[in-house]
């Protein structure tokens, strides 16, 4: 299962904040953004008990990190737009 963590920082930790994010293990992407949050995660877990374990455990904790919220992806249109063009 994956989800994509938008995520704002206090302003003056996001730097030393976004770089111990990105660095985590379940983290397989990572951009910082500009608008109302400040960076994206995308986040690979078993099923959803363990996303939001990984939440409160790794990314809540963070110093800087003020605000999270977690997108459960529930279809890729990029795949899907993939398969259906084999079938042409």
Not at 49 to 71: A, M, N, T
Not at 75 to 81: I, K, L
């Amino acid at each position: 299962m994956k989800a994509l963590v938008l995520i704002k920082f206090a302003s003056l930790e996001s730097r030393d904040a976004y770089h111990q994010l990105y660095r985590l293990k379940p983290v397989t992407e990572s951009y910082m953004v500009y608008g109302r949050y400040d960076a994206v995660l995308m986040l690979q877990g078993k099923n959803i008990e363990e996303i939001h374990d990984i939440l409160l455990s790794d990314v809540q904790p963070v110093p800087g990190v003020i605000e999270v919220l977690p997108c459960i992806i529930v279809e890729n249109g990029a795949q899907h737009v993939e398969v259906e063009n084999r079938h042409d």
